[in-house]
Each structure stands twice: as structure tokens, then as C-alpha cells.
């Protein structure tokens, strides 16, 4: 099976020598002195490794290389450069030159092919190749392989010599590249795990429609910066078919990245699909992408106007609390004082004056959606009793509803109660109103997995998220409480492992923006329901937010096991103060 693999990879390789021979025998670019072997420079050793035990990747095997300069020294963890598709762009003599000249730091490269499943048997049957897969998708999968598997196997390995491989786990000395799908992957890598890698390598990227790559140029641009440093190149002549035009995808990566706020280069050719140009210039890319280190890569400033809108610049995400069993119901009284839950413990928490929680009620009864109202009074969804409670200023609870297994609920001026009650990601949910005298009506129903909710600023419309889906509803409020004109309207991105964006809790701003909780963390929409930033929070998934302090300035966020905070320039809206009408949307 291993003499199988050997002659595929083999074959493989010389189609692809044989294609970029005939590309360079078109295309004429400069051989940098870096490309080529010098007497007296010290030169690096080849290990040839092999991983076929991938829990990530079941069932596959690839070759990989692990390149160790002759200048390494174990007692210094070395800066790590992994390349896809193997050993490219001539690396170890670039790497042993660059290294020598002192332009890039002691840097040990990983060389790694693609993976495969190897049939049981080759004459009948085909290997499943999952280069594709591995390297065209979104997503943190591979990154995670790289992480979780092939880094720690490399250093399992030796020099010759027998000096121990030991890599430096600080993401501002470790690079990584490739060319096509390749570059895609690099990129990816980079931009799931910024703390792991930021420095990038892209030729002939396939920023296409194959497996959604294409969405990278408005991710850019929405996102909050990443410090990646990231180097571009393409040719005229590039792959123009079903999936997309690479030439122009790769542009339209490059003027994203500059919106963005990335330090970016590139070098546009005139070349095909092919590795002729990338192997010109990638001395000069290596050098570029390890200019000034170890200073590390910055996170730059993006052109989008709602993140400088909103973002105090130097304000970071700030822990509140860990170590919680699942945090919700996010809320903020009359004074900005913030509460959340942990509701496998039942556990309340307030947010005291030093800013550190503090067991507000240790009996909530697995509360969940979490409302101040006007009288002061704090509404909770009692998941263990199926109740509404209504507490006052001494903490003596009321039941407000019985037999309602609630999930979220919004508290408006005039005393009525919306309450969101899902039923799983099926079967269709119910929108009930709890009038002020106690009477229970179901205002709408049909969303999968009703949850969170807030009001428009006005106080004239209610949102409502849909988490089963990628959408955001909204409703107008009539004089009586019910609900009329009910439209699918801000539309949400999704993770690349999820066929939903898992809309959570939600809030306005004074300026009419809406704050989700998502899958991606905090998306902003404006009020015609386009998503025009992404706030992305330290542990992945956010689930409900608020607005706190003082000045209602402070955006909360409820995240897995714990509790976030940051700074912000606008004030949030509350439904327990006077409406405010935003000024007109930007079309």
C-alpha cells in the first residue's frame, strides 16, 4: 500500500513539475539569488515523515517533511513555516539562504501533502482524495490538524544528530503558505487560529466558489481586524471556470484585506495557474512576511465605518467570570448594573461596582431569559418550574405565568410580557403575550427554535431570532400587543460546520444598530437587517448580551462557560426607558 502511495504522489508530482516546465517556458520571471544553491552556506536537513492515524481526518494518509536548518539549537524553540501540498517554491534552498543571511529567523518548515484514503485495492478501486476537503472549505479543521496532530508529531521527531525538534508555540513565529486551494488553506489556518499563525504565504489562491472560499472578501471586510500579515500573488491568466475567476477573486481578496485594515502585499502577473511566479518571488515574500520580526504582526484599523463607530480604539474583550456550567439571560437594570445566569446551577450573578461578579441569588430555579421592567421589578423564565417570576427590590418573586416552558422574554413600558417558547429545532415554536392582568395569548407561532428578543428603539417593532435558521424576524407591535406585518429580515452568516447561524439573544443601540448573539459571536446589523460588522468573542459562540454601566456603553456578552465585556462608543437601548427614534438608515 505504502509502494502505492509512493508512485501516486510520485506521479502527481511530475505532472505538476511537468506543468509548471511548460508554464516557465512561457512565463519569464527573475530567479532571486535566495533560489539558488551558494557554496560555504550551511545547509538543512530533510526528514521524511509519514501520518496515517488522523482523528480529524479519519481513515487518511499523506507524506510530509520536516525541514531543520544546519543554524537550529534545541535550547531555542525555532519559528515554524508549513507549507500544503508538500515541498514547493525550491524552501530549503530559499530557507537555507535566508537564514544565513539573517533575513528570516531559524525557522523549521513543514512540508505536508494532501490526504488520502487508500483504497484496498488499487486496480479496481479509486483512493478517496481529500486535498479538497482538507484545504477549500471554511472552517477550523485543518487548523486543528495542524495543531492537534502534525506539530506535535514533528516534534516527537529528531535531527540527525539527534537534536530534539522543538517549535515555538507563539503564533507571531510561525508562517504558512501554499499555492491554489493551498493558499486557501493557508489563509484559513491563519484566519480561525490568528493566535497561532499570522503570517501568510497565498499564490494563485483559490479564493473561488468551491467549497466556500468566495465569502472571504465580505468576511474581511465585516470582521474586526486579525493580525495577519499576508503576502498575494496571481497572474492575468489565472483559472477562469465554473467555480469562479481566480483573477479576479484574488484582487477583489486583496482590496478586502486593504479595507480591512491588513498589512498586505502582493505581485500581480501576466502567468496561468501555475507556480512559475510563485517560486520568482517567494525569497522576497519570506522576506517581507518576516520583516521586523520578532516584532509582532498588528492588528490594523478597518475603513468599515461601523466598526469605527462603535469600537473605542484600544478597548479589548475583558473577562467577567469562568468556570460556569452555561451562561444566559444577560440584563442590566435601571442603574446599568449588569445580572446574568448560570443555569445548570441556577446560579444569578450581579456584576458588582469593581466590576467582578458576585452570587446574587443561589435559587433561580435554571433561570434563563433574564428583563428589567419599568417598576425596577426583574422578570426571569423559571426553566424548572416552567414559570415567569417576577421579582421586586427585596428579592420576593411573584409567579407572573405557570405551565409556559419559556426560554426568553422582553418586558415592555406598558406591562406586557412576550415570552419566546421553543420546542426544538423541528417542530414550530410559540410567541406568547402575557398581559398585565395575567391573560396568556400565542401571538405567533411557526420559527424553528424561537429565542431571543428585544424592541427597535422606537419601541414600535419587535425582533425576534430564529435560531434554527440564519434569520432574524420582525414584527410591528399594534396598540393591543398583538403582532402584525412578520418578516424574515436581518439575514445572518453562518459558520462553515453549522447550516445555521444559532441567533441568540439580542439589543439595540440608540443609533438603531441591533447587537445578535451568534455562532460567529456578536454580528451588528443596521436597520434594514444587513449584517455590517462581526464582533468575533474569545470562546467561539456567543448566547445572549446587553447593554451596562453607567452610560449603557458597555456591551456584555454570555459565552459557553463564561461572561465578557468590552467598552464601546454607543449607549444601549432598554425597554424599560423612553422610546427613542434612531435617525434614517445609510441605503
Not at 470562546?539 to 453607567?550: L, M
Request: proline share 6%; net charge negative.
Amino acid at each position: 500500500m505504502r509502494n502505492y502511495l509512493t508512485i501516486v504522489l510520485t506521479v502527481v508530482a511530475i505532472g505538476l513539475a511537468a506543468l509548471e516546465a511548460h508554464a516557465q517556458s512561457t512565463e519569464q520571471y527573475p530567479v532571486d539569488s535566495a533560489s539558488v544553491e551558494h557554496a560555504g552556506v550551511p545547509k538543512g536537513e530533510l526528514i521524511h515523515c509519514r501520518w496515517d492515524h488522523s482523528a480529524i481526518f479519519p481513515g487518511t494518509q499523506r507524506e510530509y517533511w520536516i525541514y531543520v536548518p544546519a543554524q537550529y539549537r534545541p535550547e531555542r524553540p525555532a519559528c515554524v513555516y508549513v507549507n500544503q501540498d508538500g515541498i514547493q517554491w525550491k524552501a530549503p534552498t530559499v530557507f537555507d539562504n535566508l537564514i544565513a543571511a539573517g533575513e528570516m529567523p531559524v525557522t523549521i518548515g513543514v512540508f505536508i501533502q494532501p490526504g488520502r484514503v487508500v483504497a484496498a485495492d488499487g486496480k479496481t478501486a479509486l483512493d478517496r482524495f481529500d486535498r479538497s476537503f482538507e484545504y477549500d472549505g471554511l472552517g477550523d479543521a485543518y487548523a486543528r490538524f495542524l495543531l492537534e496532530e502534525i506539530l506535535p508529531d514533528v516534534e516527537r521527531h529528531q535531527a540527525g544528530d539527534g537534536r530534539a525538534i522543538r517549535l515555538s508555540h507563539n503564533g507571531n513565529d510561525r508562517a504558512i503558505g501554499g499555492s491554489s486551494s493551498g493558499a486557501v488553506c493557508a489563509f484559513t489556518t491563519a484566519w480561525e487560529r490568528p493566535n497561532a499563525f499570522t503570517r501568510v504565504f497565498s499564490a494563485i489562491g483559490t479564493y473561488v466558489g468551491l467549497r466556500g472560499a468566495d465569502r472571504y472578501p465580505t468576511l474581511i471586510r465585516k470582521y474586526e481586524p486579525k493580525p495577519i500579515r499576508i503576502f498575494l500573488q496571481d497572474g492575468s491568466h489565472d483559472l477562469n471556470i465554473y467555480g469562479g475567476d481566480w483573477w479576479m477573486a484574488n484582487q477583489m481578496m486583496e482590496r478586502a484585506l486593504v479595507f480591512g485594515g491588513y498589512e498586505v502585499n502582493h505581485a500581480w502577473g501576466e502567468g496561468s495557474h501555475s507556480g512559475a511566479q510563485g517560486s520568482s518571488l517567494f525569497p522576497e515574500a519570506m522576506r517581507w512576511l518576516w520583516k521586523g520580526w520578532p516584532q509582532p504582526v498588528a492588528r490594523g484599523a478597518s475603513t468599515n465605518q461601523v466598526l469605527h463607530d462603535i469600537l473605542v480604539p484600544g478597548e479589548e474583550w475583558q473577562l467577567v467570570g469562568e468556570h460556569y456550567g452555561f451562561t444566559e439571560g444577560t440584563a442590566a437594570d435601571a442603574l446599568g448594573t449588569v445580572f446574568y445566569q448560570d443555569i445548570p446551577a441556577s446560579t444569578t450573578y450581579r456584576v458588582a461596582q469593581d466590576g467582578r461578579p458576585v452570587v446574587f441569588s443561589k435559587d433561580a430555579r435554571r433561570a434563563s431569559g433574564t428583563c428589567f421592567a419599568a417598576d425596577g421589578s426583574r422578570y426571569e423564565v423559571a426553566g424548572g418550574t416552567k414559570q415567569i417570576i417576577k421579582y421586586d427590590a427585596t428579592g420576593k418573586g411573584t409567579v407572573v405565568a405557570d405551565n409556559i416552558n419559556g426560554n426568553d422574554l422582553l418586558v415592555t413600558r406598558s406591562g406586557n410580557v412576550y415570552v419566546t417558547v421553543p420546542d426544538g429545532s423541528e417542530r414550530p415554536s410559540r410567541l406568547v403575550l402575557i398581559k398585565p392582568g395575567g391573560e396568556k395569548l400565542v401571538v405567533d407561532s411557526g420559527l424553528k427554535f424561537i429565542n431571543g428578543l428585544t424592541l427597535t428603539p422606537d419601541q414600535t417593532q419587535l425582533y425576534v431570532a430564529e435560531s434554527a435558521s440564519h434569520w432574524v424576524w420582525i414584527y410591528t407591535i399594534q396598540p393591543d400587543g398583538s403582532l402584525g406585518n412578520k418578516q424574515r429580515w436581518g439575514w445572518l452568516h453562518a459558520p462553515d460546520n453549522s447550516e445555521t447561524a444559532w441567533p441568540d439573544g439580542m439589543k439595540c443601540d440608540t443609533g438603531g444598530r441591533l447587537y445578535v448573539a451568534t455562532r460567529l459571536g456578536i454580528q451588528v446589523l443596521d436597520p434594514l437587517g444587513r449584517v455590517n460588522a462581526i464582533l468575533p468573542v474569545p470562546s467561539g459562540q456567543a448566547s445572549n448580551c446587553c447593554f451596562g454601566g453607567p452610560g449603557f456603553d458597555i456591551l456584555y456578552v454570555s459565552c459557553g462557560d463564561k461572561v465578557y465585556r468590552r467598552k464601546l462608543k454607543v449607549r444601549g437601548c432598554n425597554p424599560f426607558e423612553a422610546p427613542v427614534k434612531p435617525g434614517p438608515p445609510h441605503l
